[in-house]
């Protein structure tokens, strides 16, 4: 048997039709009694209910629930504010400026987010430790190492590789049939028992031609209330992406050989083996709440996480202003690698 997480990057809060996406990916995986993990857009949530959208909201209640941000791509980005500050500073800043967010998603499902996923490569060790330090587990993410699919602990959270994209197998220009199956069947078939693969998509690309946020490109400084809508597809090619998306989920539900999990669920079958923050701050001799103050070492070659797997990061993401290379972070997160270890089955 294989574990599985379906999970969404929810955020386009500047196309209102991008709600009807939600509502289509959340009704038709619980009309085949499966459990998705949503990582929500602090801004989108506060969207929906300015837009009226409570049905888009009951129907995501049946889920569970990540975090994706409070907003996104709007400039300037965490990484681009954080950048050169000390580990200490970068974190203040975060709890500032994601509070309003987590709370937007508190008031609204009456749970805490178990996941957190960052904006394309929107990610920091600071936003990754205050993120455990703000009770998140999971981090899930196609940006770090995927160690073969397994998930491993990493700055007090437990850390998910995306696997599959479905917006790569149902468009127009891309669609053909069988091809999913056969990716599928290849990355099971190198997934360790272990492992787990996770399946993600953006909603709002099942009605949009373009992602939403490109009017933030560069960089540009666009107030929210001026920035347009994205492009909407035309609605036989909704109507074409929705069946594509169906069959695959059909084909997925079908298999015997298969375990839809949500994230809290992977978690819960590894926490025996946590290295959570609490965990860290106590072998370096610190008490809670002075997760700034970890130590900043790089592990050698024959570490768990050799300080290496980071050489060939860069911070590519389309908001970024032109020339943002992001190097002291990425020196951070050499210099944090200590805190991996494997998560291994209770």
């Known amino acids: 048997m294989t574990d599985i997480v379906l999970s969404f990057d929810s955020e386009d809060y500047l196309t209102p039709q991008a709600a009807d996406a939600e509502l289509w990916w959340a009704e038709n995986l619980t009309s085949r009694g499966l459990r998705g993990s949503w990582q929500l857009v602090g801004e989108l949530i506060r969207s929906l209910h300015a837009r009226g959208r409570q049905d888009v909201i009951a129907a995501l209640s049946r889920h569970e629930i990540g975090f994706h941000s409070n907003y996104h791509s709007l400039p300037p980005t965490i990484p681009e504010v954080v950048e050169g500050m000390s580990l200490a500073e970068a974190l203040e800043y975060i709890y500032k400026n994601e509070a309003s967010g987590l709370k937007s998603l508190a008031e609204t499902f009456a749970r805490w987010p178990v996941s957190y996923c960052s904006p394309g490569d929107s990610w920091t060790p600071a936003t990754l430790l205050a993120m455990a330090r703000l009770g998140i587990k999971v981090f899930c993410?196609?940006?770090?190492?995927?160690?073969?699919?397994?998930p491993y602990w990493y700055c007090g959270l437990l850390v998910t590789s995306y696997s599959l994209d479905f917006q790569e197998y149902y468009e127009d220009g891309v669609f053909e049939p069988g091809r999913f199956a056969r990716d599928f069947e290849a990355l099971k078939a190198k997934t360790p028992a272990d492992?787990?693969?996770?399946?993600?998509?953006?909603?709002?690309?099942?009605?949009?031609?373009?992602?939403?946020?490109?009017?933030?490109?560069?960089?540009?400084?666009?107030?929210?209330?001026?920035?347009?809508?994205?492009p909407l597809r035309p609605a036989d090619e909704i109507r074409r992406n929705q069946q594509r998306c169906a069959d695959m989920l059909d084909w997925l539900v079908a298999r015997k050989d298969?375990?839809?999990?949500?994230?809290?669920?992977?978690?819960?079958?590894?926490?025996?083996?946590?290295?959570?923050l609490d965990k860290l701050l106590l072998e370096s001799g610190l008490p809670p709440g002075r997760e700034g103050e970890l130590p900043l070492r790089e592990s050698g070659p024959d570490a768990y996480m050799p300080s290496q797997v980071f050489d060939s990061f860069r911070y590519r993401w389309l908001p970024y202003p032109q020339g943002f290379t992001g190097q002291a972070l990425i020196r951070q997160a050499r210099q944090l690698t200590w805190t991996a270890a494997p998560a291994t089955r209770n």
Request: no cysteine; charged share 30%; glycine share 4%.
């Open 141 to 150: 993410n196609d940006k770090l190492a995927d160690f073969e699919n397994k």
């Open 195 to 230: 492992g787990v693969i996770v399946i993600y998509t953006h909603p709002t690309r099942l009605v949009t031609s373009r992602f939403w946020d490109e009017p933030f490109a560069d960089g540009r400084r666009v107030a929210i209330a001026d920035a347009p809508p994205a």
């Open 258 to 276: 298969l375990r839809f999990k949500d994230f809290a669920e992977v978690y819960h079958e590894r926490a025996a083996s946590a290295r959570s």
